[in-house]
């Protein structure tokens, strides 16, 4: 049997495969692009929380208030609390004289 016309050095070549990315590079990105809450940030956030649930003694009405614009805080609540320690004495002064 006779060796086919054609050569190896005829065949043309598959085109090797391109990756552009290098693998793992994905490994060491963020997760999150979101600002992320200082340590006593996030507990002045839960102390507001627990106060608002046990002041108002419904889920809704907490949410409500701690979500919605206060003409008298000058602010939202939660937003208020979480920023200063100050914050959260007023937003739990609010709390006080609106269940009293």
């Given at each position: 049997m006779t060796a086919p016309a054609e050569t190896l050095a005829e065949v043309p070549a598959e085109a090797p495969a391109t990756n552009p990315r290098k693998p793992g590079a994905m490994r060491f990105q963020r997760k999150y692009t979101t600002v992320r809450l200082t340590p006593d940030q996030a507990s002045r956030q839960g102390q507001v929380a627990t106060s608002a649930f046990r002041r108002f003694g419904e889920r809704d009405k907490a949410m409500a208030f701690l979500n919605g614009h206060d003409e008298a805080l000058g602010g939202r609540p939660l937003d208020l609390a979480i920023a200063s320690?100050?914050?959260?004495?007023?937003?739990?002064?609010?709390?006080?004289?609106?269940?009293?």
């Open positions: 320690a100050e914050g959260l004495a007023s937003v739990e002064a609010a709390m006080a004289e609106r269940t009293a």
